[in-house]
């Protein structure tokens, strides 16, 4: 799972990273609610850890902007502020669980683990399908109407994402973030030289699914229509019709 820990206790912060990728998490860590609002937008984490009291911009405002904005990714407030108002307050404004200070790491642990297992994003094999295909994330196999074959770890990533969100386009800066990390140096071109690979291994396991590019977007998975050809690139505008 890729977490996003928004945290100004440095202390606190390493604990809970090193903990976290003990458990095979991937983290993001950041320390201000400004900075922190700024990751939360690119909607790249399957779950965010959010502390209410931030330098430039606290929690729940954070979190307010963030819904308003359709991010739905879920959120656990980590605060010391554990009166019934408070705790209200922070599930009134969209979070999904609420952990008070101090707490012991194996409940966090026990609170993700549900979380995920409520979301999807909580198995160590699991199967996705779409269409006339089927990934096997924990084997990196997919599988279509005439072949199966072993995807490359990043090919692997990529699809799952798209999986994630099938029929919906999705932009290249989230597919960069969720993909190669929000920290990583990697270069845009990058982006398009894997949506390459990964049409050509859907061609190889003979399936019908195409990886639309939609102009001034990104990416789109979907079927192919009828006739079995590609169509035309689709821009924003269109797919908001």
Known sequence: MKILLIEDDRNLCDTLRFSLEQECHEVDVCHDGSDGLDLFLQDAHDLVLLDRMLPTMNGLL???????????TP???????GELYDRIEGLDQGADDYLVKPFAYEELSARIRSL???????????VLTYGDIRYDTGLRQLSGPDDTILLSGREG????VFLHDAAKPLRRMVLLARVWGVDAEVEDGNLDTYVHFLRKRLAQVG???????????GYLLEPLPENGKEETPCSASCIAK
Not at 64 to 72: L, S, W
Not at 117 to 125: F, I, K, M, P, Y
């Open 62 to 72: 954070v979190l307010k902007k963030a819904r308003e904005r359709g991010i739905v």
């Open 75 to 81: 959120v656990i407030f980590l605060t010391a502020l």
């Open 116 to 126: 995920g297992r409520r979301t999807g994003h909580l198995a160590e094999h699991e």
């Open 157 to 160: 990533r990529l699809l799952e």
């Open 207 to 217: 399936s019908l699914l195409s990886i639309r590019t939609v102009r001034g977007v």
